[in-house]
């Protein structure tokens, strides 16, 4: 190897490490300035050299309520987003017709539109059925916003399931219901993954749905609990970024064990 390829490659390694170190500075900031409670924020050690756990055992006291809260409505986003997502994206996949364009189109319009004007939309609806300050209606809500995501991803893998699969098991004297569970659902594992972690992330990180379907503290998860812990403890920044790296640990932990899932699941529709 050349001396002038072994130095553009350090340099481009080197640039790479200080845009990633740039990029995940604001993360480290985050829990060392959590660990250095009774500071101000401008007052804190670039290392926690004597780490301070208990603004996490006050916080968790404190916010577990909210968390709990949050986890309930993801994993409900994701169960109702799997169970209308996976046979709809297989319906589309492979009993085409004209329909499927335009349906397609509309589910293409659904993600461009603002979550806030859906909130808005949902508001009436739900004070008329009484969803409004519930569980249901949060993850229901969630849910509008991952379905079509969901449906896209998922059929641009099943587009690649051959038919003589399926035909195989019709002869075999499976239905479409069986065809779907025992056929489609085990092929498709990545892009099923795929959809129900990004499920899990949109409900996880939702601030307008919560702040606008909800007008009472009964419900308050914990992107909504952030919110109002800052307000109330602006003074010490240490309980609200301790809430908010445990607030992360649940969507770091699920990306990291399903990476491989998500690459093979995205890149799955692309490649036949």
């Given at each position: 190897?050349?001396?002038n390829?072994?130095?553009?490659?350090?340099?481009?390694?080197?640039?790479?490490?200080?845009?990633?170190?740039?990029?995940?500075?604001?993360?480290?900031?985050?829990?060392?300035?959590?660990?250095?409670?009774?500071?101000?924020?401008?007052?804190?050690?670039?290392?926690?050299?004597?780490?301070?756990?208990?603004?996490?055992?006050?916080?968790?006291?404190?916010?577990?309520?909210?968390?709990?809260?949050?986890?309930?409505?993801?994993?409900?986003?994701?169960?109702?987003?799997?169970?209308?997502?996976?046979?709809?994206?297989?319906?589309?996949?492979?009993?085409?017709?004209?329909?499927?364009?335009?349906?397609?189109?509309?589910?293409?319009?659904?993600?461009?539109?603002?979550?806030?004007?859906?909130?808005?939309?949902?508001?009436?609806?739900?004070?008329?059925?009484?969803?409004?300050?519930?569980l249901?209606?949060?993850?229901?809500?969630?849910?509008s916003a991952?379905?079509?995501?969901?449906?896209?991803?998922?059929?641009?893998?099943?587009?690649?399931?051959?038919?003589?699969l399926?035909?195989?098991?019709?002869?075999?004297?499976?239905?479409?219901?069986?065809?779907?569970?025992?056929?489609?659902?085990?092929?498709s594992?990545?892009?099923?993954?795929?959809?129900?972690?990004?499920?899990?992330?949109?409900?996880?990180?939702?601030?307008?749905?919560?702040?606008?379907?909800?007008?009472?503290?009964?419900?308050?998860?914990?992107?909504?609990?952030?919110?109002?812990?800052?307000?109330?403890?602006?003074?010490?920044?240490?309980?609200?970024?301790?809430?908010?790296?445990?607030?992360?640990?649940?969507?770091?932990?699920?990306?990291v064990?399903?990476?491989?899932?998500?690459?093979?699941?995205?890149?799955?529709?692309?490649?036949?």
């Amino acid at each position: 190897m050349s001396g002038n390829r072994l130095s553009g490659r350090l340099l481009s390694t080197a640039f790479g490490v200080i845009v990633v170190a740039a990029m995940l500075f604001p993360l480290y900031w985050m829990v060392n300035q959590s660990l250095q409670p009774g500071t101000g924020s401008g007052n804190n050690a670039l290392f926690p050299v004597h780490p301070d756990f208990s603004v996490y055992a006050q916080v968790i006291g404190e916010q577990g309520s909210s968390l709990l809260t949050s986890l309930a409505i993801a994993f409900g986003c994701v169960i109702v987003t799997l169970v209308v997502a996976i046979p709809a994206a297989f319906s589309l996949a492979k009993f085409p017709g004209r329909a499927v364009t335009i349906v397609l189109t509309i589910l293409l319009v659904s993600q461009m539109v603002p979550s806030i004007v859906i909130a808005n939309a949902l508001y009436k609806t739900y004070v008329d059925v009484g969803l409004l300050n519930s569980l249901p209606g949060l993850i229901l809500a969630d849910a509008s916003a991952a379905i079509p995501f969901s449906i896209l991803v998922m059929r641009a893998f099943m587009l690649s399931i051959p038919d003589g699969l399926l035909d195989a098991a019709r002869v075999d004297g499976a239905g479409p219901i069986r065809t779907l569970v025992s056929i489609v659902i085990p092929i498709s594992r990545n892009s099923i993954i795929t959809s129900a972690l990004f499920s899990f992330l949109f409900a996880w990180s939702d601030f307008v749905f919560a702040l606008t379907l909800t007008t009472s503290g009964k419900i308050r998860p914990v992107t909504l609990s952030i919110y109002d812990y800052l307000s109330s403890t602006i003074q010490d920044w240490a309980p609200v970024l301790a809430t908010s790296v445990l607030s992360a640990l649940p969507a770091v932990v699920l990306l990291v064990v399903a990476q491989r899932y998500v690459a093979a699941g995205a890149l799955g529709g692309a490649i036949k």
